[in-house]
Nanobody, 126 residues
Framework: QMQLVESGGGLVQAGGSLRLSCAAS????????MGWFRQAPGKERELVAT????????YSTDSVKGRFIISRDNAKNIVYLQMNSLKPEDTAVYYC???????????????????WGQGTQVTVSS
């Protein structure tokens, strides 16, 4: 079992930065590919970024490339999402998720993630 708790969301002006954190409980974190997703009102939940269990492999969706950076600290059981140059269209609830698997690869498919946090709201004002 794994519990995920996100933090770091809030209200920020366009062009600003936020860093989201996701703390994981249990012993599965270092065996898990981690992902950040977001869901805006009236839209489907979408993948933002994912990182393999060692941190060697990452992927970011095109809309955030060059602005968002995913990273992890396996000693602390935390995954981060550094968000820079924020835009109003980044406004959403952000969720972290875990895909427990033996391979050091990223996970693109939402349904492959077994564990989810409750989400943290990010609002970017224009």
């Amino acid at each position: 079992q794994m519990q995920l708790v996100e933090s770091g969301g809030g209200l920020v002006q366009a062009g600003g930065s936020l860093r989201l954190s996701c703390a994981a409980s249990g012993r599965l974190f270092s065996s898990s590919t981690m992902g950040w997703f977001r869901q805006a009102p009236g839209k489907e939940r979408e993948l933002v970024a994912t990182i393999s269990k060692s941190g060697a492999r990452t992927y970011s969706t095109d809309s955030v490339k060059g602005r968002f950076i995913i990273s992890r600290d396996n000693a602390k059981n935390i995954v981060y999402l550094q968000m820079n140059s924020l835009k109003p269209e980044d406004t959403a609830v952000y969720y972290c998720a875990a895909d427990v698997k033996p391979f050091d690869t990223i996970t693109i498919i939402k349904s492959d993630y077994e564990y989810w946090g409750q989400g943290t709201q990010v609002t970017v004002s224009s």
